[in-house]
């Protein structure tokens, strides 16, 4: 999805940045963070293959996100890319903590610029999540049925968050999908925190008239 060879020519063409020493004082015990520290780390020392391994290891993760929060998949994919060239621009930005965090608000970040660079939507929204090529594959042992129910789900649920308001649409995935708090959305989108919750509350409300007809899909699991 991303075009590495891009990534290539940005990192050839601009000086590698010069870096504080932020590498982190106290052990990191999960695993994956540690690996992610270590590729950051190699990345602000001028390691391209260090950053490209970030870049294997999140771009399905931040194209998911993404593609709840645009409407279409070329969309998405240019704002993901657009999340990595920021973050390689600004890797002195990151300052501890999860690294997937930290890319996943630039992601958010770069979904939010390009919608209001972009009123008019597709007759057809959202076509990424109906055909679920953003999920990971099912397993051997998925259930057939479990598996078109979740398809189900997601294709009444893109629909009905294509109908509401972007700023409705950010909200909600930022607090129930990427699990931001009110004062970290607030930041990230530069409003106040009454505004984040009105919008959130009333983004729910919203969804919630417009999944009325379907919500038999959302009670209960096949298994």
Known sequence: MLDSP???????????????????????????????????????DGSLDAFNGLVECYQDHLYALVARMVPD???????????????YRNLRSFRGGSVRSWLSRIAINAA????????????????????????????????PERTALHGERARV????????TPDQRH????????????????????????????RIHRGRLALRDRLEGSIGLFRGDTG
């Open 171 to 198: 909200a909600i995935v930022m607090f129930d999908v990427e699990g931001y708090d009110y004062a970290e959305i607030a930041q990230l989108t530069g409003v106040s925190l009454g505004t984040v919750k009105s």
């Open 112 to 143: 939010m610029d390009q919608q209001r660079l972009r009123k008019r939507r597709p007759s057809q929204p959202y076509p990424e999540l109906e055909d679920e090529s953003w999920q990971p594959p099912a397993g051997p042992d998925a259930d």
């Open 6 to 44: 891009r990534l290539t020519t940005i990192a050839t063409r601009r000086a590698a940045p010069v870096v504080e020493d932020a590498r982190p004082t106290e052990a990191v015990e999960d695993p994956i963070q540690r690996r992610d520290l270590i590729l950051l780390e190699q990345a602000r």
């Open 73 to 87: 998949r070329d969309q998405a994919a240019d704002a993901v890319q657009e999340a990595f060239f920021s973050a």
């Open 157 to 164: 649920l893109a629909v009905a968050l294509a109908s509401i």
